[in-house]
Nanobody, 122 residues
Framework: QVQLVESGGGLVQAGGSLRLSCAAS????????MAWYRQAPGKQREMVAD???????NYTDSAKGRFTISRDNAKNTVYLQMDSLKPEDTAVYYC????????????????WGQGTLVTVSS
């Protein structure tokens, strides 16, 4: 059993900052890509940023220059530093990871966190 637990969401004024954390726990042999997604009310879930085990990052256009994704492989944790927040960043943010649970399997399973709400007031 593997789970992802997010923390760090909350209410912030426009222009402010928040740092989200997501820790993976359980049966983990290796983690490939870790990512942050978000889903705003009435909209589809979208990828915000992802990071490979080697540290290569990728961002959606709206996050470039404002958000920074990072990970601590020793702690099986991924972070999302969000600066210069805008009201349109308001959403539930979900952590996602591709996890190989045991050395005997080459299969990676996709795991989602429960989500953390970020609200940006104008």
């Amino acid at each position: 059993q593997v789970q992802l637990v997010e923390s760090g969401g909350g209410l912030v004024q426009a222009g402010g900052s928040l740092r989200l954390s997501c820790a993976a726990s359980g049966s983990i042999f290796r983690i490939n890509v870790m990512a942050w997604y978000r889903q705003a009310p009435g909209k589809q879930r979208e990828m915000v940023a992802d990071v490979t085990s080697g540290g290569t990052t990728n961002y959606t256009d709206s996050a470039k220059g404002r958000f920074t994704i990072s990970r601590d492989n020793a702690k099986n944790t991924v972070y999302l530093q969000m600066d210069s927040l805008k009201p349109e960043d308001t959403a539930v943010y979900y952590c996602n990871a591709a996890i190989r649970t045991h050395w005997s399997t080459y299969k990676y399973v996709e795991v989602w966190g429960q989500g953390t709400l970020v609200t940006v007031s104008s």
